[in-house]
């Protein structure tokens, strides 16, 4: 072990062992703040040896869904039920990580689901390729953790994800920070702190060599969600929760899981039975947050057989990656009819955000070689 993994250790261990009160949350608050900024460090020396990044994952399909689990739950089951047989494993460069990919429809869109079986405990500290592993799930639009009747331990997983700044069902927290060169420290809120009272925000900042420059808190913010700030890298990422090998389990026993695996709403199912796949896939479907908008070319109706298949939050400009790439370069406006338009018709420009069922032209500059969509 090196000395910085060793300091890892002891700051973890220290952690662990300080009872939570009123009277330690600051130390508690300050030893997170030390081992984030340890962490960061961990971080950038495995990239300067070439590890951990690089990894270009070969995406494809409209979204795509990390599968996390223990050995022997049923993973490559599963994804051998789920998707096509031949699922352009050739196609891809995922064998040095042993990841396997397989895609499966799900109304119009397609779902590329990313088989992960090296996301074990000590991951982070490269364990089993853990780190190129990590690195993959960052990317992905959500986690299907899957559980069996003999390893229900979601929580030393999800630990696993949280240590390397995946952050599971939550969103990013309402804190603006501002650096400058000089002038100090001001910190400032619109609500009241409770979490973060007596200076203890800017004790953590000064962890982070943050001396200058400004911290707004718009919600009474933890500790944690500071740190998650200021370390910066943090990727928020949906997770649903998938319990296997379910036709061992009775209705009591079913019952146990749901009440020991608070907030996840399992979803039981039987991979070598094909039992509760299809619930489990339009979980999936939703989970993704799908849209779909059609396309209308300058005096034509639009296209409503074929929707163009993107996900909530998209804009025109993620519209334009999925047409034609002249479209892209000679773009020159949208027309949006739909629930994001504010009238009818209404011109917009790329930040534009789409909505499901929305219709659009796209208005491409004048003289370009192209006319309609
Ligand atoms: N009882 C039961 N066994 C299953 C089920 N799904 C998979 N298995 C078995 O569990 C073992 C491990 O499955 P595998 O898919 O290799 O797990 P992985 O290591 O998570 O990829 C195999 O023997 C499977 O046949 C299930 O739904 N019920
Ligand atoms: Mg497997």
Not at 10 to 31: C, D, F, P, W
Not at 80 to 95: H, M
Not at 136 to 154: A, G, K, W
Request: aromatic share 6%; hydrophobic share 40%.
């Amino acid at each position: 072990m090196s000395s910085l993994e060793e300091h890892i250790v002891e700051v973890e261990e220290e952690i662990r062992n300080t009872s939570y009160n009123k009277a330690t949350s600051g130390h508690i608050g300050r030893l997170k703040a030390k081992l984030a900024v340890l962490r960061l460090e961990r971080e950038t020396r495995a990239k300067g040896k070439g590890g951990g990044t690089g990894y270009a994952v070969r995406k494809s399909g409209h979204a795509t869904v990390g599968l996390v689990g223990y050995p022997s739950v049923g993973k490559s089951t599963l994804l051998n039920r789920l998707t096509s047989a031949e699922s352009e494993t050739g196609a891809y460069d995922f064998t040095t990580l042993s990841i396997i990919p397989g895609m499966l429809r799900w109304g119009g869109a397609s779902i590329q689901i990313l088989d992960m079986p090296g996301l074990v405990p000590g991951a982070a500290r490269g364990r089993g390729r853990g780190r190129e592993v990590l690195s993959v799930v960052r990317s992905v639009d959500l986690i299907l953790f899957m559980i069996d009747p003999e390893h229900t331990n979601l929580r030393a997983l999800v630990a696993e994800l949280e240590g390397s700044g995946v952050r599971i069902n939550s969103r990013p927290p309402r804190i603006v920070v501002t650096n400058q060169d000089r002038g100090g420290l001001t910190v400032s809120s619109t609500v009241r702190l409770t979490q973060l009272a007596g200076g203890l925000a800017s004790q953590i900042a000064r962890e982070f060599s943050f001396h200058n420059g400004s911290i707004i808190f718009r919600e009474d913010a933890t500790p944690d969600q500071l740190i998650d700030v200021l370390a910066g890298n943090r990727v928020y990422v949906p997770a649903l929760l998938s319990v296997n090998k379910s036709e061992l389990l009775s209705g009591p026993d079913r019952a146990k899981f749901v009440l020991e695996q608070r907030p996840y709403d399992p979803i039981f199912v039987s991979a070598r039975d094909r039992v509760g796949l299809d619930a489990l896939v339009d979980r999936i479907g939703h989970a993704l947050k799908f849209i779909r908008v059609y396309v209308k070319p300058p005096g034509r109706p639009p296209d409503m057989d074929e929707p163009v298949i993107l996900r909530e939050g998209n804009t025109v400009q993620g519209l334009l990656g999925r047409l034609p790439s002249d479209l892209e370069r000679t773009f020159k406006a949208a027309q949006v009819w739909g629930k994001s338009a504010r009238f009818p018709g209404q011109t917009v420009g790329r930040d534009h955000v789409l909505a499901d069922e929305d219709i659009v032209t796209v208005v491409i500059a004048r003289g370009a070689a192209r006319a309609t969509a």
